[in-house]
C-alpha cells in the first residue's frame, strides 16, 4: 500500500523558517514525482511545490512560494523535504504530501496521507 506520512509543522512568526518532512512507503521515489500541496480553511487546494527525484532533481514551485521555499528527497531513504523560509501569514495552512500519478508533473497527484498544520502568526 502506498503510504505518505507529513511531519515538521507548526507555530512560527513571520519570518520565520520551517522544515517539513514526509516517509513514503509501498512506491519508489526513482519512478514518480512527488510533492507538496496545502490547504486553508475555505481555500481550494493549491500545489506549492514538485520535484523528480530520480529525474535529475527537476522541481516545479508555485509562484507564491518561488525564492522562499525549497523541495528536496532522498531516494534512498523515500523521504522528501519542504524547507520553508521568510514564511508569511498567507502560508498558514495544512500541508500534505502526495505522490504524482507518474514522472510527469502535469498528471496530478493520486495519494497523500494525513497532513501537517504549518501556522504563521504576524
Known amino acids: 500500500d502506498v503510504q505518505l506520512q507529513a511531519s515538521g509543522g507548526g507555530l512560527v512568526q513571520a519570518g520565520g523558517s520551517l522544515r517539513l518532512s514526509c516517509v513514503a512507503s509501498?512506491?519508489?521515489?526513482?519512478?514518480?514525482?512527488v510533492g507538496w500541496f496545502r490547504q486553508a480553511p475555505g481555500k481550494e487546494r493549491e500545489v506549492v511545490s514538485c520535484?523528480?527525484?530520480?529525474?535529475?532533481?527537476?522541481?516545479y514551485y508555485d509562484d507564491s512560494v518561488k525564492g522562499r521555499f525549497t523541495i528536496s528527497g532522498d531516494g534512498a531513504k523515500n523521504t522528501l523535504y519542504l524547507q520553508m523560509d521568510s514564511l508569511k501569514p498567507e502560508d498558514t495552512a495544512v500541508y500534505y504530501c502526495?505522490?504524482?500519478?507518474?514522472?510527469?508533473?502535469?498528471?496530478?497527484?493520486?495519494?497523500w496521507g494525513k497532513g501537517t498544520q504549518v501556522t504563521v502568526s504576524s
Open positions: 520535484i523528480r527525484v530520480g529525474g535529475g532533481g527537476s522541481t
Open positions: 502526495a505522490k504524482v500519478g507518474s514522472n510527469y508533473f502535469s498528471d496530478g497527484m493520486d495519494y
Open positions: 509501498g512506491f519508489t521515489f526513482h519512478g514518480y514525482a
